[in-house]
């Protein structure tokens, strides 16, 4: 069987180094590379013509563009559109890096969380920049809340502290879980099937078994892929709200 854990392996394509510094063209950044031009490209192509009845493609755009705004504007309310192009480009990143994954001899590159915790680092630090800039030191309130006996303040301000830094780690992990146990489990499948072909006839047969429950567990993964997008991006647009909505 072949190793499951190759398909995460790092490798550069063009080697480069500066001093000590190892600025090699990878794999995991050809896929980045290739997902942001796709996704330009594709945004690009659908709203060039703005036509009153939309095709097929600009349709598309429009579905994607109204999914963000409508999350948006639910969980942040409508002064959160103006995080509308940051929690779009982050939904394009993690979705785009979850399909284009699911192609064979691709690079998943939300399968590291190299990747996934620099995103999840971006939001945490805006929303600490950013709530400092709209609201001063009455943003440390968010870890005070209101009504609440001083007593059992020194018990939950810790808590809403710790639960605040760890932001980042869950949002990253969970992220970066979900796509490298997905991807090993459909590794791991495929791997049955084709030791089973090897055997001969009667191997054959028996490996459509587990083939079957790869083409059953790529069609998760797919779902799985759009989900953790959307978690993603959902997670990042409340936790932007703290920079809106403060208790008082």
């Given amino acids: 069987m072949a190793d499951p854990i190759h398909q995460f392996q790092i490798f550069p394509i063009i080697p480069l180094y500066v001093g000590d510094m190892d600025l090699s063209f990878t794999n995991s950044s050809l896929w980045m590379t290739i997902a942001a031009v796709t996704s330009c490209t594709f ?6 013509k703005k036509a009153l009845v939309p095709g097929r493609m600009q349709a598309f755009a429009e579905i994607l563009y109204e999914f963000v705004a409508s999350m948006i504007r ?3 309310g409508a002064e959160g559109r103006r995080y ?3 929690i779009f480009t982050i939904f394009m ?3 785009m890096g979850n399909v284009l994954g699911l192609i ?4 998943t590159y939300t399968s590291h969380i190299i990747v996934t915790g620099v995103l999840a680092l971006l939001i945490f630090a805006m929303v600490t920049v950013l709530g400092f800039v709209n609201h001063g030191t009455h943003f440390l309130s968010l870890f005070s809340p209101p009504g609440v006996p001083f007593a059992l303040k020194l018990f939950i301000v810790p808590i809403e502290v710790l639960s605040f830094i760890i932001r980042p780690v869950t949002l990253s992990v969970r992220l970066f879980a ?3 146990a997905g991807h090993l489990m459909l590794k791991v499948f495929a791997g049955f099937s084709t030791m089973l072909a090897a055997v001969g006839f009667g191997g054959v047969l028996a490996g459509f078994v587990p083939m079957i429950f790869n083409v059953a567990l790529y069609a998760l993964e797919l779902l799985v892929a759009l989900m953790q997008a959307y978690i993603f991006a ?3 647009s409340i936790y932007l709200k703290d920079t809106l ?4």
């Fill in 104 to 107: 064979p001899y691709s690079f």
């Fill in 74 to 76: 639910e969980n942040t």
């Fill in 245 to 248: 909505d403060l208790h008082h």
């Fill in 43 to 48: 945004l690009i192509l659908a709203t060039q």
């Fill in 84 to 86: 509308f192009p940051v």
């Fill in 178 to 180: 979900n796509m490298l």
């Fill in 93 to 95: 990143i993690v979705l």
């Fill in 234 to 236: 959902i997670l990042s």
